[in-house]
């Protein structure tokens, strides 16, 4: 693969991960027998290539192998173990269900963290190194990417994503026009801010420009339940249209070990978000469908 970080004095902006991992990222291995698994029959998945600013990076995509007519595109955001085979499978999922599904590997100019074990070293040497306005425009060149693809409908735009994310999730909902849904699992929604990283979703109530379901876990000690009431009423007080009552938030009660919880959510934006999470032990797997109507 490629090393975790650019050699001293290289630019940080220059691609250094050119291919995707393959397997689960080593930081949650081991995987529990529980975690789902489905195939790519009748469907085109692989690994493609995304054309940005700074150099192609590379990203996952699925959609049915044979679509009638063009189909929805969701946008994949990852959470801090890069594109690894958990959320190319959620991306099969997705395209089993009808979707175009993309997810761009976000950590691209910064290293690869597949095969790094300790989460405070990820944070430390790649994910921390991640600004935002990087993402936020690379999530724009898979929409572009999508765009020239006469299978997808860039115009039934969603976005979901998972842990570090979710909050990117609210980060996009503020920024691209063109989005229909946005479901967040999880994230943080308040943090420490500095350059690289000067909002977070409770700062972007005001910009929001699509209807957002958020998933929180009750009993999550790393995202204060406090924090999810503090956004849950900001959008309720917005005098933004597109988070009141367009945006919703949802808290999950807490899941015991081998048992399932099931979300769904109807709001007056024609947004539907049909959710399900199943624990077994420490690790997790995570069922999602959106459907985002014009």
């Not at 842990?163 to 063109?178: E, F, K, S, T």
Request: proline share 5%; glycine share 6%.
């Amino acid at each position: 693969m490629t090393q975790v970080l650019p050699p001293s004095g290289t630019s940080r902006r220059l691609v250094l991960v050119h291919t995707l991992s393959t397997g689960f990222a080593l930081a949650v291995t081991p995987i529990a027998a529980s975690a789902l698994t489905t195939d790519s029959d009748d469907l085109e998945a692989g690994e493609v290539k995304v054309a940005t600013s700074s150099g192609d990076i590379p990203a996952y995509r699925a959609l049915p192998l044979k679509p009638k007519g063009k189909v929805p595109v969701v946008l994949v955001v990852h959470e801090i173990f890069g594109v690894h085979e958990h959320i190319k499978d959620v991306c099969r999922r997705f395209a089993k269900a009808g979707y175009y599904a993309i997810a761009p590997e976000l950590f691209a100019r910064q290293g690869d963290v597949s095969k790094l074990t300790d989460f405070k070293e990820i944070h430390s040497k790649v994910v921390s190194k991640v600004p935002d306005a990087q993402v936020l425009s690379d999530l724009d060149a898979a929409v572009a990417f999508a765009k020239k693809d006469p299978h997808a409908d860039v115009a039934k735009l969603a976005v979901t994503g998972f842990c570090w994310g979710g909050r990117i999730v609210w980060l996009y909902a503020a920024q691209q026009p063109a989005l229909k849904a946005a479901v967040a699992w999880y994230g943080k929604i308040i943090g420490e801010k500095d350059d690289l990283h000067p909002r977070f979703p409770t700062d972007v109530v005001g910009q929001l420009k699509a209807p957002v379901l958020g998933l929180y876990g009750a009993k999550d000690q790393g995202i204060p339940v406090e924090t999810v009431r503090q956004q849950a009423q900001a959008l309720a007080a917005s005098s933004n249209a597109a988070a009141r009552p367009r945006a919703s938030i949802f808290t999950l009660k807490q899941a015991t070990r081998s048992s399932q919880t099931t979300v769904q959510v109807s709001t007056k934006s024609r947004l539907r978000t049909v959710g399900s999470a199943h624990w077994s032990g420490s690790r997790h797997t995570t069922r999602s469908e959106v459907r985002a109507r014009s």
